[in-house]
């Protein structure tokens, strides 16, 4: 199974879209300083996951949210979850 995450950071305010076949493990790796991107943001919370059977549908997925580069729609994509 793959899932795909959206982490958000309380520090910048910025969203994080990514997929995994580990949710636990990655946001551990999101959390741990490595001089990448996603440092700056630590602590990262987890605010959405989907999860799908195959790679390819979680690539698809992330790939989808990303191209909308749009806050606000991930914003609402996590409002319609709750």
């Not at 741990?32 to 959405?48: M, N």
């Not at 195959?54 to 949210?65: L, P, T, V």
């Amino acid at each position: 199974m793959f899932t795909v995450y959206i982490l958000f950071s309380e520090k910048t305010g910025r969203y994080y879209v990514g997929y995994t076949n580990d949710l636990t493990r990655r946001i551990s790796e999101h959390n741990r300083v490595k001089g990448k991107f996603t440092d700056q943001g630590i602590p990262w919370s987890l605010v959405y996951s989907e999860n799908y059977n195959s790679k390819k549908e979680a690539m698809d997925r992330e790939r989808f949210i990303k191209s909308r580069k749009s806050k606000h729609f991930i914003s609402e994509l996590i409002s319609s979850a709750r």
